[in-house]
């Protein structure tokens, strides 16, 4: 242990290092002077034999240095060598450790990921989806509950808040992509123009819905996520602002989400307004889930 | 004539060391004046080796020193020889006894 006391009481060991070649030199000039040198000669002899203090006291800790070292060394050696002198022994130790590593590696992310950080949407913990339900129906899901909602109801629901910060909605459809060579399904998804915002992550490429986008006249756009980008159109950087028939429409794709988004389950994102005179029209809009966020305090 | 006398310390100066230490706790500057007076002058340890050495020595558990007051009411720095370093010390010794053995052997090779 004596280099843990060393490398907590550095100035202690070199103030001693300094009175012990200090007293060496005395004890010359003080051998000179009783075999009859005058003082001052004395000193002079004694500095010039020791042949410069600092440099002494520099070979002193490069000495102690120096055996750390060694010592580390050779350590290093014995545990090599008697690791490959026992191979079964250094091979089971090795699968141990290597085995030990790895399981908490994969415990460690897991739980990471499940636990702590689930979702990577802001301030999740204060989300909640509400349910209607009838006084009957007061236990688990079931007949009489319902989490889905007409639009009007919707409506209603989001004018008369008064206890939470924004409320979104959404609803997932399959939307058929035509590139002139064929056609293809999606999930996509409705989501309010809020929806993005309201779980505050940006997206990797371009921007995400504004109120801009529902309104009546606006032109129609579209978001995709991280995978359909990557499988479908290779990853490619110059594909924002790139028109795209979709259910027969042609939409322009303005934002890309990043990989670990995956807000409202779909692979496709529309702005959702509140009067698609379409979706009105057929009366049959649900809204699958209402993901709320309280107030603050 | 300096040099070589250097040059013959480097090997041998631990082991000096070591055998004057052996005789009782004594201080740095005592050690260099007792191998030069032993050797009848003809060692001279300079300091930029002594002190080294010492701490060296110390380090590898060969020496254990103690802060003690010297006749003249000074405090200094005193060693004494660790039971490693009996040990390294007689290994040495035998060491040295074969080593100059077999050199004066060779030497005293007639032509």
């Known amino acids: ?68 070292v060694e010592d580390f060394l050779r350590d290093l ?9 026992d191979r ?7 699968f141990a450790l290597a085995l030990g590593i790895g399981a908490t590696t994969v415990m460690f992310s897991v739980i990471y990921n ?44 989001r004018q008369q808040n008064h206890v939470f910060e924004d409320i979104v909605g959404n609803y997932q459809l399959n939307v058929l992509y035509s590139d002139g060579k064929g056609t293809r399904r999606f999930l996509g998804g409705y989501t309010t123009a809020n929806g993005f915002d309201f779980l505050g992550v940006p997206p990797i490429l371009g921007r995400v819905f504004s109120p801009e ?43 890309i989400m990043p990989q670990r988004f995956n807000g409202y389950g779909s692979s496709l994102w529309f702005p959702l307004g509140f009067y698609p005179r379409d979706l009105l029209a057929r009366g049959h809009a649900e809204w699958h889930r209402d993901p709320q966020r309280r107030l603050a305090g | 004539m300096e040099q070589e006398k250097t040059e013959l310390l480097k090997g041998t100066l631990d082991m ?9 706790p004594i201080h740095g500057y005592a050690i260099s004046q007792r191998i030069q007076q032993i050797s009848r002058d ?44 009996r040990k390294r010390l007689s290994m040495e010794m035998a060491n040295w006894g074969r080593l100059s053995e077999a050199v004066a052997l060779i030497l005293s090779t007639a032509e």
């Open chain 2, 16 to 24: 000096l060391i070591l055998k004057v230490v052996a005789f009782g």
């Open chain 2, 42 to 85: 003809f060692f001279q340890v300079p300091e930029g080796s002594l002190y080294p050495a010492l701490y060296r020595l110390e380090d590898r558990g060969l020496l254990q020193a103690k802060w003690e007051e010297t006749e003249t009411g000074r405090e200094a720095k005193f060693y004494t020889l660790t039971r490693a370093g």
């Open chain 1, 114 to 157: 499940v636990v702590f950080d689930p979702f990577p949407y802001r301030d999740f913990q204060h989300s909640v989806v509400f349910e209607m339900r009838d006084l009957a129906s007061t236990g688990g899901k079931g007949e009489g509950a319902r989490d889905h909602y007409t639009i009007p109801e919707f409506l209603a629901i």
């Open chain 1, 1 to 68: 242990m004596g280099w843990l006391r060393r490398l907590f009481q550095k100035p202690l060991t070199e103030k001693r290092l300094d009175s012990e070649l200090r007293f060496h030199l005395e004890q010359r000039v003080r051998d000179y002077v009783a075999s009859g040198m005058n003082p001052e000669e004395a000193r002079r002899r004694a500095n010039l034999a020791f042949g410069g203090l600092e440099q002494v006291k520099q070979d002193c800790r490069e000495a102690r240095k120096e055996s750390h």
């Open chain 1, 88 to 94: 079964r022994f250094a091979l089971i130790a090795i």
């Open chain 1, 77 to 85: 050696q014995y545990a090599l060598r008697s690791l490959a002198k």
């Open chain 1, 213 to 255: 986008d529902v309104k009546q006249d606006a032109p129609l756009v579209f978001m995709m996520n991280y995978r359909l980008w990557q499988t479908e159109f290779n990853g490619d950087l110059k594909i924002l602002g790139k028109a795209f028939f979709l259910n027969g429409k042609s939409r322009t794709l303005v934002g």
